[in-house]
């Protein structure tokens, strides 16, 4: 064990959580997780770390991106070049961005070229809500998935016709809104709907400080997002569902690259769509057939010449059949997957534009009294080879309230077309990381009250990092990538939430020890410590709260000569409901107006003010 924590911080750090709590943490019971298992399953039977953000919670939190709003989640931090509308990357756990799966409605996004989702172009107004599961679940979901899942979910059709519309307004000239249709018919053949379309702009603020030199503009860097989504389902009979889902969210936003008069700008497209079958073929046999396909699109232009313009797009095609065969009170889940990636791009030659990778997996999962066990295995094959994972996990109830976990999984993490093809950087000999976990973990929850502490160590080997010099003949000047680097991956992530009458109180705290093993730095953009506070009051109509979001120092580069401050900031938010129908939000981030790094010379928002006004009710 290597990492450090003396007695007195983490009993600081345990009393600290258990004093207050996650904001609107939800007891147990009712709730159900999806992403864990790859089916429904009553959060008292998950085994692994997990987090849930509820349509409610989404609602009031006056979150202006999907990015803001995850970064008040324990276990992740963000780094982003300047305002909501640039790029963005996500921590789990301290494992790179492309080391974590992102979903939507079990769809894999993400670019095949550098690894990672585009956050920055999923749009908020479309997610009703988001499930968040830790640790590695590659024998699950695949490649990638070393730090965790993170999963969307777009609003679904249920019960009377309802509409929602929101409109808001802040800094920077921030316009947003939205609007929603959805419900579903009774009778034998039901159908469900849901469907919502939503636009976001701004003027958005400098991406840049001075200090970054010649890339520094003075100018405003603004954004425009658009979206719209839609689910649709026919009841055929009982037990027999189809279905289809859709999703397609458009980008612009300006960044500086230079202090010319261009508007440096661009553009991203994400389209995800599937359709699905859900049959009850036997009492004890519920299969699903889905065929999917994602589309990834991103374009820069950086001056008026054809030489600034760069286009690279994604493609994702799945076809998914999964059998869900109840044994008893256990579940037998079998599964086969064929993904095909296409890549298309004008900068450089691909060799290889395409590449498919096809798996079998299998896991159990089983409930014996106040014991929960759970096993699963898969194999992966594409061009790189056959990758073989698996993860074993156990939970004892030793109250209804409490319960102790242990579990062990292997993951990996696939090579992207970059670091295999990109010119004078890529090799096509490049091979998998690999990650191997074991954690352990306490919860308690009495409805009122809500605790969680879990211990983690994931050890990551062939880590895929820019070397110098190369080892490869070839045109390698500046490096290449190459599987050289070895990871540890290790911390204490702890959660609580306390009802006190009308109030509720919250806090995270992340004690963490991210760590490039062949270098014994510790990893970019990651803090050692990171945590919130979060408090809030309900008096019949309103509701007001009050977060504190914390962060210890990061370094810019891997040398670890580059350091960003630590910060804390303050926001305030106060939702008010006029009746049944209407209310409005208003939101104040960053109060005592502090400047603070999340990458070195990108600017950061400083104090922002942000109101709005719904009309509907779910």
Same mark, same amino acid.
């Given at each position: 064990m290597t990492l450090r924590i003396s007695r007195p911080a983490a009993l600081t750090s !345990?009393?600290?959580?258990?004093?207050?709590?996650y904001a609107h943490a939800e007891p147990i019971a009712g709730t159900v997780l999806v992403t864990a298992t790859r089916s429904p399953q009553p959060l008292a039977d998950v085994i692994s770390d997990s987090v849930?953000? +509820?349509?409610?919670?989404?609602?009031? /939190?006056?979150?202006? +991106?999907?990015?803001d709003l995850l970064q008040r989640q324990r276990g992740i931090e963000i780094a982003r070049n300047g305002g909501s509308g640039t790029n963005a990357t996500v921590f789990i756990r301290g494992a790179n961005s492309n080391q974590n799966l992102v979903l939507v409605d079990g769809v894999r996004i993400g670019s095949s070229t550098t690894g990672a989702a585009n956050w920055s172009a999923i749009p908020l107004t479309?997610?009703?809500?988001?499930?968040?599961?830790?640790?590695?679940? /590659?024998?699950?979901?695949?490649?990638?998935?070393?730090?965790?899942?993170?999963?969307?979910?777009t609003k679904k059709g249920k019960g009377a016709p309802a509409f929602t519309a929101f409109a808001g307004y802040g800094t920077d000239n921030t316009r947003e809104g939205d609007v929603s249709l959805s419900g579903a018919t009774g009778g034998e053949h039901s159908i469900s709907y849901a469907i919502s379309a939503g636009k976001e702009k701004s003027d958005g603020f400098s991406a840049t400080r001075p200090a970054i030199g010649k890339s520094y503009n003075a100018d405003k860097d603004g954004y425009d997002r658009e979206n719209a989504a839609a689910q649709f389902s026919l009841r055929l009979a009982e037990g027999h569902e189809?279905?289809?889902? %859709?999703?397609? /969210?458009? !980008?612009? +936003?300006?960044?500086?690259?230079?202090? +010319?008069? =261009?508007d440096?700008?661009?553009?991203?497209?994400?389209?995800?769509?599937?359709? =699905?079958?859900?049959?009850?073929?036997?009492?004890?046999?519920?299969?699903?057939?889905?065929?999917?396909?994602?589309?990834?699109?991103g374009a820069t232009y950086t001056s008026a010449l054809a030489s600034g313009y760069s286009q690279i797009n994604t493609k994702q095609t799945t076809f998914t059949w999964q059998n869900d065969v109840q044994i008893g009170a256990d579940v037998l889940q079998l599964l086969y997957d064929h993904r095909k990636e296409e890549v298309e791009t004008n900068g450089f030659d691909l060799r290889n534009p395409e590449r498919t990778t096809n798996s079998l997996a299998a896991s159990y999962n089983a409930r014996r009294g106040d014991n929960l066990f759970n096993a699963s295995v898969r194999r992966d094959k594409s061009l790189y080879g056959s990758k073989n994972t698996g993860s074993l996990g156990y939970g004892y109830n030793f109250t209804q309230a409490l319960r102790a976990t242990a579990s062990y999984g292997t993951s990996f993490r696939a090579p992207t077309y970059n670091e295999l093809y990109f010119p004078g950087y890529g090799n096509n000999n490049n091979r998998p990381e690999l990650g191997k976990n074991a954690e352990i973990g306490l919860r308690y929850d009495s409805g009122t009250?809500?605790?969680?502490?879990?211990?983690?160590?994931?050890? !990551?080997?062939?880590? !895929?990092?820019?070397?110098?010099?190369?080892?490869?003949?070839?045109?390698?000047? =500046?490096?290449?990538?190459?599987?050289?680097n070895h990871a540890l991956l290790e911390g204490l992530t702890m959660g609580a939430s306390q009802q006190l009458g009308r109030f509720n109180l919250a806090a995270n705290v992340d004690l963490q020890d991210p760590k490039d093993e062949t270098s014994g730095k510790r990893l970019q953009r990651r803090a050692k410590k990171h945590?919130?506070?979060?408090?809030?009051? /309900?008096?019949?109509?309103?509701?007001a709260g009050?977060?504190?979001?914390?962060?210890?120092?990061? =370094?810019?580069?891997?040398?670890?000569?580059?350091? %960003?401050?630590?910060?804390?900031?303050v926001n305030l938010y106060a939702t008010y409901h006029f009746n049944r129908d209407w209310s409005a939000l208003v939101r104040w981030n960053n109060i005592g107006d502090k400047q603070y790094d999340l990458a070195r010379n990108y600017a950061t928002p400083m104090s922002k003010l942000f109101a709005g006004i719904r009309y509907g009710y779910k």
């Open positions: !345990l009393a600290l959580a258990m004093a207050a709590s849930t953000i +509820s349509a409610e919670q989404i609602a009031e /939190s006056g979150a202006g +991106s999907i990015v479309a997610i009703d809500h988001i499930e968040i599961v830790y640790g590695p679940l /590659s024998s699950l979901y695949g490649a990638d998935a070393i730090g965790g899942v993170i999963q969307i979910f189809i279905g289809t889902l %859709l999703l397609q /969210s458009k !980008l612009k +936003s300006q960044y500086d690259s230079g202090s +010319s008069s =261009y440096t700008h661009s553009k991203a497209k994400l389209e995800n769509a599937a359709i =699905y079958s859900k049959n009850q073929i036997l009492p004890v046999w519920q299969s699903l057939v889905q065929y999917s396909q994602t589309k990834d699109e009250t809500a605790l969680n502490a879990s211990y983690y160590h994931n050890r !990551l080997t062939d880590l !895929l990092v820019n070397t110098t010099p190369c080892p490869f003949p070839g045109q390698y000047q =500046y490096g290449c990538a190459y599987n050289v945590g919130n506070l979060m408090a809030d009051y /309900s008096a019949g109509a309103l509701k009050v977060e504190l979001e914390l962060s210890g120092d990061r =370094y810019e580069d891997a040398a670890n000569t580059t350091r %960003l401050g630590g910060y804390g900031l």
